[in-house]
């Protein structure tokens, strides 16, 4: 890489990337097996619901914004697509009427922050103990089975060789990539971030803004629960127990400040890839789950420490 795009990487995502192949490298050495393309595809296929929320996640919290319900949307979404199905409604209805509930739900989360001026911890906050509640009265606390066997193909299919979740997920990865870097309503989103005063007084329809990125993070963790529900031939109210925690873990280490205005969906994707193989070296290794949860606050806490220490550097210069 030359020298000037390499100075304009930031030093965080450097950082990661020598992390990232730190740790295969040391796995591959211990472990003959880590190296294999079957393990690569456990470890992409362990993270890929996460992934889809952390695009949406990337996009909330370059707005200076976060989004808790995307946890309870995911559960939510596969248990209305289950729902939708067993009553005999065919896929592609089903699967875009659970799709367009969850962006009503993202609407709403962005309504109740820019028009009644409501932090959106304690919005989306709400809105996940409120779906919590409604997927538990929904499944009665059980999974839903009996879908079509059609339906499988979504979370079970594969293209040339590769699983569709992910290809999915890679569309959707490169696409938000490219809008959020080249496209200039997108990158409204760090205006917005950085000082909504100023980006109103510029003209940026900040309210408008929100709304599409709150529906698009829906839409994302409602894209995992369709997956999900198509991947196990199930849907229950334990899906994605406490995933937004890892997803805003990956946003926050990939170099998103959770103040807002910076991030990128480039850094997400180098977060999250850093937390599949930290959890499956976990696995491997045999250490205890619950070492998992200390790593993750300890990234969480060394990250946001880290951006900090990074976003004063520059505002000094």
Request: one cysteine or more; proline letters at 4%; aromatic letters at 8%.
């Amino acid at each position: 890489m030359p020298r000037s795009r390499l100075s304009a990487v930031p030093a965080q995502q450097l950082a990661l990337v020598f992390c990232i192949v730190a740790l295969s490298g040391f796995m591959a050495v211990t472990y003959p097996g880590f190296a294999s393309i079957e393990n690569a595809e456990v470890i992409a296929m362990g993270f890929v619901f996460e992934g889809f929320m952390a695009l949406g996640m990337t996009l909330v919290i370059v707005t200076g914004g976060i989004d808790l319900s995307v946890g309870a949307v995911l559960p939510f979404s596969a248990i209305l697509t289950a729902l939708l199905l067993r009553a005999g409604v065919p896929v592609p209805p089903a699967v875009f009427g659970a799709l367009t509930i969850a962006a009503l739900i993202g609407l709403l989360n962005a309504l109740a922050i820019s028009g009644l001026r409501v932090h959106p911890f304690i919005v989306t906050l709400a809105t996940m103990l409120s779906l919590k509640g409604l997927n538990l009265v929904l499944t009665g606390g059980g999974p839903i089975t009996g879908m079509p066997p059609g339906f499988a193909w979504i979370g079970q299919g594969r293209l040339l060789g590769v699983p569709i979740p992910l290809v999915l997920f890679a569309a959707m990865a490169v696409s938000l990539g490219l809008l959020l870097r080249h496209h200039r309503f997108w990158q409204q989103a760090y205006l917005i971030g950085g000082n909504p005063r100023a980006a109103r007084t510029s003209g940026v329809r900040v309210s408008f803004v929100l709304a599409v990125v709150y529906v698009v993070s829906a839409l994302c963790a409602a894209t995992a629960g369709v997956i999900a529900a198509a991947t196990h031939g199930s849907a229950s109210a334990g899906f994605g127990q406490n995933a937004e925690l890892r997803v805003i873990t990956a946003v926050v280490i990939g170099g998103a400040s959770l103040q807002g205005g910076s991030g990128s969906i480039g850094g997400t994707l180098l977060g999250l890839s850093f937390l599949a193989l930290l959890y499956n070296a976990f696995s491997m290794t045999g250490v205890s789950t619950y070492w998992q949860d200390v790593a993750t606050g300890a990234l969480v806490l060394g990250s946001a420490l880290a951006t900090e220490l990074v976003t004063r550097r520059r505002e000094r210069r």
